[in-house]
């Protein structure tokens, strides 16, 4: 390898990749999303790569006891709005129908102005 670097005057570095804190986060997600696709895969286990979206859907959605918020909520300001919810109307959905445009944006300013807040009581 050296060789090489020297002929064609390639700098080499040596780093490692490895972040004990942030590994065990991606390893305790990777678990987690396993188990999900273990839930939501067919028999075969081969349609996984169809099913992954769900899977993260399902994971982005669901309510988080330490966080007392879900990850969507967390990183969007607002709770998901499933499909679901707009072909049966959800209470949520029938009672933001009734507003005016104009109190649509100042609650969702009120939201947003709250959301640096919430993150940080998470933190």
């Not at 670097?5 to 678990?31: D, I, T």
């Not at 939501?40 to 994971?59: M, P, T």
């Not at 669901?62 to 969507?72: E, H, I, L, V, Y």
């Amino acid at each position: 390898m050296n060789k090489i670097c020297k002929k064609f005057h390639f700098k080499q570095y040596n780093l490692s990749m490895y972040y004990a804190a942030v590994n065990g986060l991606a390893e305790s997600f990777n678990k987690t999303l396993c188990n999900l696709l273990k839930k939501i895969v067919g028999k075969s286990k081969r349609d996984w790569h169809f099913r992954i979206g769900e899977a993260l859907w399902a994971y982005r959605t669901t309510f988080r006891t330490p966080t007392q918020a879900t990850p969507f909520a967390l990183v969007y300001g607002v709770e998901a709005v499933l499909p679901l919810e707009c072909q049966i109307h959800s209470l949520r959905i029938a009672i933001q129908e009734g507003f005016s445009e104009e109190d649509n944006v100042r609650l969702r300013l009120e939201e947003l102005e709250a959301l640096d807040e919430k993150r940080l009581e998470t933190q």
